[in-house]
């Protein structure tokens, strides 16, 4: 037999599922962000809202203290917004990177997820700022 070329099976180009492996993992990536600053935000928000409920119901004079819950729930808050914050801007650079290489990537459900959950804590932080 002559010198009979092999033909290989047409699968998946190995390069494009690395860039969508790689893809994905960012995404995820962020999502893990999301649940951590999610998690921050709504506990630091359910501390402030369960000792102003206390304080509420109490006659006794009322003690300021340094860091009282009210000022602890919203340092968690904050810290929450803010590290959706930096990882949401992170997230952003790196599919910027991603892009040079693989332009055919979708647009980040993600990165929308994130916008919304930051402008919720946002909206909650302020909430808790002006309620006294």
Known sequence: MADM???Q???PDQLQLAWERTYLA??????????TATSMIAFGFTLYKFFFFLREQETAPQHDQLLGSRTFGL??????????????????QRMKSLRVYYPQAPKSLAAVLAALI??????????AIFRQ
């Open 118 to 127: 930051a402008a919720l804590g946002i909206l909650g932080f302020i909430a």
């Open 75 to 92: 340092i968690m808050m904050g810290i929450g917004v803010f590290i959706l914050a930096v990882a949401a801007w992170q997230h952003q």
């Open 9 to 11: 099976p047409q699968g």
């Open 5 to 7: 070329p092999t033909v």
């Open 26 to 35: 960012h995404e995820r990536t962020l999502m893990a962000w999301i649940r």
